[in-house]
């Protein structure tokens, strides 16, 4: 029996609902460690325990988020580009085995990159409202959006670190109003969910974040690969699984 009207908005929410659920799980026991000691900052009593405890989140980071986090944008980016009947769990394990390696390597050079920054800012002395404030936060979104870019990057190209790395970075600089997009739509819905209904945390930040990021980045890929064409004619497919992912 097919389904018609508010049956089948609510059907669909629900299957959406589910998609984010499952893979935001799957994220988030990927990050077992990381989950545990970010939750034991809940408890830190001194600022040594509160230093030890961050310190020990930047050295698992890239070991476990990175991968993990990369794993999920693969998944969104099913998603994105209509391959909805794709399992979730395997496709998730899928990503996290064939991108583990490159998105370690780039969360050994990203993660110190952030941990240098933070400890900046934290130890700067910077008074909200102050033109230095305006600063830290300007280059914390380029950073976020950077970060995304490459999370992205990863699991939509074939190519090297190095290339991947420096294509973030010119798709972040050179495309401000999804970096700035990417960076208020992120925080808001941060800032939402932790004030109103903070119980869905575990089950969609991540997600739905990774789909939001995953499609600005997709949207910048399509009016270059369009720019590029009509100048120079077809260009080269590197995707990952090219044979699947026709453009939208």
Not at 77 to 88: A, F, H, Q, T
Not at 93 to 98: A, V
Request: overall charge positive; glycine content about 6%; proline content about 4%.
């Amino acid at each position: 029996m097919g389904y018609t009207g508010f049956s089948r908005v609510l059907l669909v929410f629900s299957e959406w609902i589910m998609k984010f659920s499952v893979t935001n799980i799957m994220w988030l026991l990927f990050n077992l460690p990381i989950v545990y000691f970010v939750l034991t900052l809940l408890y830190a009593d001194t600022f040594d325990k509160l230093q030890l405890i961050v310190i020990t989140i930047a050295v698992l980071a890239p070991f476990f988020f990175f991968p993990a986090t990369t794993a999920m944008f693969g998944v969104v980016r099913d998603w994105v580009l209509g391959k909805n009947s794709v399992p979730l769990i395997s496709s998730y394990w899928k990503y996290y085995k064939e991108n583990y390696v490159k998105s370690l390597l780039g969360g050994i050079i990203i993660v110190p990159i952030w941990s240098a920054w933070l400890y900046n800012f934290l130890t700067s002395g910077v008074k909200i409202g102050s033109i230095s404030f305006y600063f830290y936060v300007a280059v914390t979104i380029f950073l976020l959006t950077f970060t995304v870019h490459f999370f992205s990057d990863t699991v939509h190209f074939q190519v090297k670190l190095k290339d991947s790395l420096i294509k973030s970075i010119l798709l972040t600089i050179g495309n401000p109003h999804y970096t700035v997009g990417i960076g208020l739509l992120s925080g808001m819905l941060v800032f939402l969910l932790i004030k109103y209904i903070p119980v869905l945390i575990p089950f969609c930040i991540g997600s739905i974040i990774a789909y939001l990021s995953f499609n600005a980045y997709y949207r910048i890929f399509l009016k270059i690969k369009s720019l590029v064409q009509k100048l120079e004619g077809p260009i080269e497919n590197t995707e990952q699984n090219a044979e699947e992912s026709t453009e939208k």
